[in-house]
């Protein structure tokens, strides 16, 4: 059975949801992820009314659309973070109040916990987002690094992520971490690190978006095999390194879309993915979810690579193979 193909809204919140899930239901996707910023899922209105989130969902079903996730990365990145202006630009202005720091990273928290909440409400299990890091300024150890400073921001993540996490079990709700720079877990060490910090909670897995891996020159297959039973939402997101000698992997502090970044993100089946071996990876340990297309191209239009994409990903993913096909050599007794 194939896969459900979904959009993430978070790259489209400029538009009424409304809007996008007439455009979404006539390009052919089954479903949206909902962005938990604009219009389309707003969590404060989702426990102050609990009416709310019974309407949005009507509405997509409404355009045949179904919600099988919300996607809360902006304020989750918050929880974490060292705050400064920027997240001024991304948090909700009561979560972001004052910008005293612990301030925001108490009020993202519990704005997280409400997400769960809502989330519950919405008939959805599983929220995608970032959670933050204290410790991403240390990417590059020098001056060199107190590395015992670097496991406190482990325990950091687990214990303001902890409380969080028992929210999350008291919905019946799952957090997908998007493994992705500056954030607790961005590689297989750190993830690894990040779930042992945790204690394996089940309450946390991994949002697997491939275009954070293809730059790192990681293999995004080999890491669904080896997270199998914390892959719980998978994104389709492609990125394309651009290297010369002249532009940087590490992105020379240039915005994205700029000519002189040694890599960039681009519409699926553009870049540098190999999305048949991760679709391959994800029939071996047996993933049914979605494939939640995130679609960033700073070189094309939205409105051509959204059907672009869902097109590219119909074609390319492919259920597993149910029979061995050896036995039908074999003769019968």
């Not at 994104?235 to 970044?261: C, P």
């Amino acid at each position: 059975m194939a896969r459900p193909v979904t959009l993430f809204t978070g790259q489209w919140a400029d538009l009424p949801v409304a809007d996008l899930a007439a455009r979404c239901a006539d390009w052919g996707f089954d479903g949206l992820e909902l962005a938990c910023w604009g219009d389309h899922f707003e969590v404060e209105k989702a426990i102050a009314d609990s009416g709310y989130a019974r309407a949005r969902r009507e509405l997509l079903e409404q355009a045949g659309l179904g919600v099988w996730a919300l996607g809360a990365h902006l304020v989750g990145q918050a929880v974490c973070d060292r705050i400064d202006e920027r997240h001024r630009a991304t948090l909700p202005p009561e979560v972001y109040g004052d910008g005293e720091p612990e301030g925001v990273r108490t009020r993202a928290a519990e704005r997280m916990k409400d997400t769960a909440r809502a989330a519950s409400q919405l008939g959805v299990t599983q929220v995608n987002g970032f959670t933050g890091s204290s410790i991403w300024h240390l990417i590059y150890s020098f001056p060199p690094n107190d590395f015992e400073a670097v496991e406190r921001g482990y325990q950091d993540f687990a214990e303001r992520w902890g409380p969080i996490l028992d929210v999350f079990d008291a919905e019946g709700v799952r957090f997908g971490l998007e493994v992705h720079p500056t954030e607790i877990a961005y590689d297989f060490v750190t993830t690894r690190k990040t779930l042992d910090a945790i204690d394996n909670r089940e309450a946390f897995g991994i949002n697997l978006d491939p275009s954070h891996f293809a730059h790192q020159y990681l293999d995004t297959a080999q890491f669904a095999l080896e997270f199998a039973n914390r892959i719980y939402h998978v994104h389709v997101k492609d990125s394309r390194k651009r290297l010369n000698g002249r532009r940087s992997i590490l992105g020379s502090h240039l915005n994205f879309g700029e000519e002189e970044r040694g890599w960039d993100f681009v519409s699926p089946g553009h870049g540098d993915v190999d999305f048949e071996e991760l679709f391959r990876a994800l029939n071996r340990i047996g993933y049914q979810g979605p494939l939640s297309i995130e679609w960033e191209d700073s070189g094309m239009d939205r409105d051509w690579g959204a059907p672009d994409a869902l097109a590219y990903v119909r074609r390319t993913d492919f259920a597993p193979s149910e029979i061995a096909f050896d036995a039908a050599m074999q003769k019968a007794d």
